[in-house]
């Protein structure tokens, strides 16, 4: 049985200027110790897919209008505040994309690392402090002692992704989601923090959803990846099968967009046009307006997910019927 498994998920953001579907029909499972990457452009529904499964969506203007989040027998959409409580910051943890927001200005980081101890599991708060000390040092902070009573804006940016990795895994959670936790940080620092969440998880067996868009990162983190587009999932396998036998345009012309596999002096190949307006209707691929290999037939009508292999499906019409 699954740890995580997401069926049909639908999350809307009802605005005055229309309805957005951000997360259009998403199903997904996820085994325990395993790694599952999800890759996309901005605004393909990454994000808004695990935020809506840890409740963390505004509501209004978010509206979760249908699905199933199934951890370990609750239904994380549908469960009782009580039972959220006990399994968010516990059970399941997240890494916000930008720790500068995400950790409060006003109080010490010792106060903000104990606090997921301190609630869900009653300890004393000198016990909670020996823990926050241990768990500060095993993500690579030095002298955590002294720096464990600043304050956020007295750590540099690669620290406080270090500090929120901490917070999240204090609990030695079995789910942990990271929302694009390199995406601020130098190359050098990026590279630090994948290995120590890479570390982490060996060392909890904890499952990990990574959300991202450098396809670089996927390919030395992640057993499996699906990715994203305008809402919906469009091509998922084992990393190597995606690397190697990409089958939907969209993951083609992302893999042609890692500036590393140009030429050198050659013009970076960019994906034509836009991304769609999710407040409008999507009839047939989404991704249709932007294709090199669209024809008339690829707007008509919806096209479902279908497998091509072992562990490996991709809704791409054309590429279904052999024609690419």
Not at 43 to 51: A, D, E
Not at 81 to 91: D, E, H, L, N, Y
Not at 153 to 172: D, N
């Amino acid at each position: 049985m699954p740890l995580l498994s997401v069926t049909d998920l639908r999350t809307s953001f009802h605005t005055r200027n229309g309805v957005y579907r951000a997360v259009d029909g998403v199903s997904f499972s996820l085994e325990r110790g395993e790694t599952l990457g999800i890759v996309g452009e901005s605004g393909s529904g990454k994000s808004v897919t695990c935020y809506s499964i840890m409740g963390l969506i505004p509501q209004p203007p978010g509206r979760i209008e249908s699905g199933t989040a199934m951890f370990d027998g609750v239904d994380l959409l549908h469960c009782t505040p009580v039972q959220s409580r006990s399994i968010r910051g516990k059970r399941v943890a997240m890494i916000f994309q930008d720790p500068m927001t995400s950790l409060n200005p006003y109080l010490r980081i010792s106060d903000q690392l104990i606090e997921p101890l301190l609630i869900h599991e009653k300890i004393t708060k000198a016990e909670a402090l020996r823990r926050g000390l241990a768990a500060l040092e095993s993500v690579g902070i030095n002298d955590a002692a002294r720096r464990i009573n600043l304050y956020p804006h007295e750590f540099s940016g690669g620290m406080r992704q270090r500090v929120m990795i901490a917070m999240a895994l204090i609990t030695k959670p079995e789910l942990l989601i990271a929302d694009e936790p390199t995406t601020a940080l130098d190359v050098t620092v990026q590279a630090q923090i994948l290995e120590l969440i890479k570390k982490m998880q060996h060392e909890l067996g904890m499952a990990v959803i990574f959300i991202t868009h450098d396809l670089g990162v996927v390919s030395g983190l992640c057993d499996r990846v699906q990715v994203m587009y305008a809402g919906r999932i469009v091509e998922t396998s084992d990393t190597r099968t995606l690397f190697h036998q990409p089958r939907h345009p969209y993951t083609r012309a992302l893999q042609r967009s890692i500036p590393a596999l140009q030429d050198k002096g050659a013009e970076l190949y960019t994906i034509r046009g836009m991304p769609p307006d999710l407040s409008k209707s999507l009839p047939g691929c989404s991704f249709a307006p932007r294709c090199e290999f669209a024809t008339e037939k690829c707007t008509q009508g919806a096209i479902a997910l279908a497998t091509c292999a072992p562990n490996h499906a991709h809704a791409c019409l054309r590429a279904q019927l052999g024609e690419i």
